[in-house]
């Protein structure tokens, strides 16, 4: 998975936990995996996992009260595409068969500190008939979701970190980080990046 972070300034990848600012990642990544099988198809999904958490990065904290929150799910991903160019969700994908937006991209939106991100690949049995989802994003029920249609464990996930600033540091403006005195360090080694039970 990679974002075209705005200005270039650092590296796009998503790895297993970097960093990056959230104003730098206003568009939807593109997502590759080279061992995709060609012969099926797949949803993506992305959450996050510390909606309305007191607290966050680098201390490992409990789930926030609106989490999960939905940000991304696409269904019915060929294999082939994952393979290949990569899945690029674009304007047009609402009138493309091929693929089921059930949630367009929502970048991440964070008031305080950071959060973390998940992003998951599951590979799917069959073509799926989605329906669409109601509700709100927060909250979300992904077990249900993932019960609903099959999914089963992950086939690949991978996650990383967007950090709150109030102007990029790459923009030249003076920006300010967050006071986190109260919060920092609160509930130390009690936050887990895995899907409900």
């Not at 991100?117 to 927060?138: M, W």
Request: proline share 8%; hydrophobic share 35%.
């Amino acid at each position: 998975m990679t974002y075209a972070v705005v200005g270039d300034h650092y590296n796009g990848t998503v790895n297993c936990g970097n960093l990056f600012l959230q104003p730098d990642i206003p568009t939807a990544p593109v997502v590759r995996r080279k061992e995709a099988d060609a012969t099926k198809l797949y949803t993506l999904m992305m959450l996050d996992f510390d909606g309305n958490a007191n607290g966050s990065w680098p201390d490992p904290v409990p789930s926030g009260n609106n989490s999960p929150v939905r940000h991304w799910i696409v269904g019915n991903t060929p294999g082939t595409l994952l393979r290949t160019s990569g899945y690029a969700e674009s304007a047009s994908d609402s009138g493309n068969k091929a693929v089921s937006v059930l949630q367009a991209y929502r970048a991440p939106h964070i008031p305080m500190v950071s959060d973390r991100y998940v992003i998951y690949l599951f590979e799917q049995t069959k073509r799926l008939d989605f329906a669409a989802l109601s509700g709100p994003i927060t909250n979300f029920d992904d077990a249900n979701f993932r019960d609903t249609y099959l999914l089963g464990a992950p086939k690949a996930s991978n996650f990383f970190v967007a950090i709150y600033v109030s102007e990029s540091p790459f923009s030249g403006k003076p920006f300010q980080g967050n006071d986190v005195s109260k919060t920092w360090h609160q509930d130390y080694r009690k936050g887990k990046l895995t899907p409900s039970e």
